[in-house]
Nanobody, 122 residues
């Protein structure tokens, strides 16, 4: 019903920057919270940052001051500006959106993107 397409991953040296984007499409009446998660090899998926529909943000302690999450509600898009990247930021990054598909729906569906690889070399 809803597709999330992520772009922007890649290989970057430590100290560098990358910007991830995520575009939502499909049967969407309203998108509530959106977030970026990441999963490194052998580790559990963890929240990186989240943002409400009104723009309130939340960050993992490990990325505070380095990453900035933003969204464009009109474009149904989510962004993650990543600065001062460290090797420990290496992971597959996933976009998540909590969506109300039609106006009469009283619950959210949670959707995930396919993931984009971010690799930070030392």
């Amino acid at each position: 019903q809803v597709q999330l397409v992520e772009l922007g991953g890649g290989l970057v040296q430590a100290g560098g920057s990358l910007t991830l984007s995520c575009a939502a499409s499909g049967i969407i009446f309203e998108i509530n919270d959106m977030g970026w998660y990441r999963q490194a090899p052998g580790k559990q998926r963890e929240l990186v940052a989240s943002i409400t529909s009104s723009g309130n943000t939340n960050y993992a302690d490990s990325v505070k001051g380095r990453f900035t999450i933003s969204r464009d509600n009109a474009k149904r898009s989510l962004y993650l500006q990543m600065n001062s990247l460290k090797p420990g930021d290496t992971a597959v990054y996933y976009c998540n959106a909590r969506v109300i598909n039609v106006a009469s729906q009283r619950y959210e569906n949670s959707y995930w993107g396919q993931g984009t690889q971010v690799t930070v070399s030392s």
